[in-house]
């Protein structure tokens, strides 16, 4: 081999060796520089999950005190039976809540209704938020039909201290007039 392509030869190697190692250190800087941009942008670090257990946890519930909320139920001119599985529950203000009512068409026919909420006490019911009721729906029964319908909700934290009690009652109406689909859903 000539000495020029001999020299060149080292040269690439050379080079190559300084662009392997150049390479290796920056993908070893890489981990500190990527989590330096997670914590300024803000941005889940995946090499930290428990970080993101934490954010979710939720910090609105005031463990300090208690609520007892009631339901009830009732039928207005309908042959329907309406219950809630759970008489009361008691929650603390910002705690979700999940609770459900049974509801029975004693009907020979399918029937529409739709259920309308009251509270007690009465300026309760902006402190109630329902994230998942049948009462957002009409609901249509065939005859015989059971179902459980579930109700999710949250008492508002900023509910006035004077309350430990919230009533959260449901009337059901028949609507006339409505279509009852053989499925069972009002249409």
Same mark, same amino acid.
């Given at each position: 081999m000539k000495p020029a392509t001999k020299t060149a030869n080292h040269q690439v190697l050379t080079r190559l060796c300084v662009f392997a190692l150049v390479?290796?250190?920056f993908g070893y800087a890489m981990v500190p520089f990527y989590e330096k941009l997670c914590q300024v942008t803000g941005i889940t670090n995946l090499l930290q999950p428990n /970080? /993101?257990?934490?954010?979710? &946890?939720? /910090?609105?519930?005031?463990? &300090?005190?208690?609520i007892t909320l009631e339901f009830d139920a009732n039928i207005h001119g309908m042959p329907w039976r309406f219950a809630p599985v759970q008489r009361s529950v008691r929650v603390h203000p910002g705690e979700m809540t999940h609770v459900v009512f049974e509801i029975k068409n004693n009907g020979a026919t399918p029937m529409v209704g739709q259920a309308i909420p009251s509270y007690g006490p009465k300026h309760a019911a902006e402190f109630v938020k329902k994230l998942e009721c049948f009462c957002f729906t009409q609901q249509a029964l065939g005859a015989g039909e059971t179902r459980q319908m579930p109700v999710q909700f949250v008492i508002d934290p900023s509910l006035p201290a004077s309350v430990n009690t919230v009533t959260l009652s449901y009337t059901f109406f028949e609507v006339k007039g409505a279509n009852v689909s053989p499925a069972g859903s009002a249409g």
């Open positions: 390479m290796f250190g /970080t /993101t257990k934490r954010e979710l &946890s939720n /910090t609105q519930i005031d463990k &300090s005190r208690w």
